[in-house]
């Protein structure tokens, strides 16, 4: 008899989804957009994409935010 091929267990619950992330399209990071230094990709939408960034001000003040940027191809409209 043959023996049926071994299964992964399924990942535990609150684990990261399996499949292409946001972080593996587009450009490198961190890159800069602006006076942000834009750290990952967060989300994309119909129009828009989300990235967490990071905001650095006088005195070595920083912190992080998000940043909303409009997709490329619609920014002309």
Do not use: C, N
Not at 42 to 70: D, H, T, Y
């Amino acid at each position: 008899m043959s023996e049926a091929p071994a299964q992964a267990p399924p990942p535990p619950p609150g684990s990261a989804p399996q499949g292409p992330t946001p972080e593996s399209e587009g450009p490198a990071m961190p890159m800069r957009f602006g006076k942000y230094t834009l750290m990952r990709k967060l989300a994309v939408g119909g129009m828009a994409e989300l990235f967490l960034a990071l905001q650095k001000s006088v005195a070595g003040f920083e912190k992080l935010i998000v940043v909303k940027r409009v997709l490329p191809h619609l920014v002309k409209d």
